[in-house]
């Protein structure tokens, strides 16, 4: 998170609000806080681990597990992209990305 915040790089930092928010929405934000940055582990190759299959990655010291919450934070992301927070990224990538992009658009047109 250091060099995060040196670089000033925009993350989306889970807001709550402790007096106005719900005790599960605090909860869940602070939660995501402490998990980040994320450790996102991605695979599309199936493997068998005790009888089950799971999706995960082989390495020669052993098996990393996507959605192992002990391997990866996939499934808390994904949680709170699909799910939690979807109205969050769907309003931040509209007031933020589309409308920056929209102002660039138009200010070369203008020129």
Not at 48 to 77: M, N
Request: net charge negative; hydrophobic share 35%.
């Amino acid at each position: 998170m250091e060099d995060i915040e040196y670089y000033r790089i925009p993350v989306y930092n889970f807001p709550y609000d402790v007096e106005e928010d719900d005790e599960e929405t605090v909860e869940e934000n602070a939660e995501l806080r402490s998990l980040m940055p994320f450790a996102i582990v991605g695979s599309e190759e199936v493997v068998e681990i005790g009888g089950r299959k799971v999706r995960a990655r082989q390495y020669p010291w052993g098996v990393v597990e996507v959605d192992d919450p002990k391997h990866s934070d996939f499934l808390a992301i994904r949680s709170a992209l699909l799910y939690s927070h979807l109205v969050d990224l769907k309003e931040i990538t509209f007031d933020f990305l589309y409308e920056n992009y929209r102002t660039e658009k138009l200010s070369k047109a203008v020129e």
